[in-house]
């Protein structure tokens, strides 16, 4: 397997000519080439646990949310420190709601839509058990959610382009499936449009992949590039 980081757009034409078939064995993650495979986030937010599906975790989410909602706009905290992390803790709660709810079958597109409307996300929020106290907290202080929403709309912005690409997308991958296949690869690139998104998107899907790469353990007959 391999995950390659291609910034010149060269690399699918070499391996296709090698015969890898795209969108088959090759997933091209960048969302701005009409080739593209969709990110499976959702299904890398479970784990396989014989033939069924079980849920990974909070730890993952957060990773995910805090690499994708990650912030540095002191605007966001309101002057307090509780909500220094808001807008990766309201993510985090929407996309575990999602998961009790709709299992692995959301896409980042529904993620996306449910963040840009506060009624939305909180009532997402609300209507899981493990994350309904979140929303309590934040009602609580209009003002300072207030400003959080503003930064959270800043991020969603550049992220609704790719998950509104990534929609239209022929084929999908996860890199929970990437990890445990053979003669899989996933090629990461950059654009213009959306840059910081889409390098947020990369970091994501590295970081998750090292993870499992590494719980997989070494192997004489295992090789990931």
Known sequence: RGLFFDPKRKL????????????????IALPFDNRTSRWDIARDCFQKSGDKLVFAGTAVIREFASILFATDDRRATGGNVFFKHAPVTLAEAVMTSLCYQRGATWTLLDLVKTMSDEGAM????????????IAAN????????ANV??????TIAELRQIAENWERAAHSFSISEWAYASGSIIV???????????????????????QLLAARGDSEERRSF
């Open 138 to 145: 934040y009602r609580r202080a209009q003002e300072t959610a």
């Open 12 to 27: 699918v034409a070499k391996l296709s000519a090698a015969g890898f078939r795209v969108g088959k064995n090759l997933h």
């Open 149 to 154: 929403l503003v930064t959270i709309q800043n």
């Open 122 to 133: 909180f009532s997402c929020i609300e209507a899981c058990p493990h994350t309904a106290h």
């Open 188 to 210: 990461l690139g950059t654009f213009p449009v959306a840059k910081s998104a889409v390098d947020a998107i990369n970091r994501a899907i590295v970081h998750r992949a090292a």
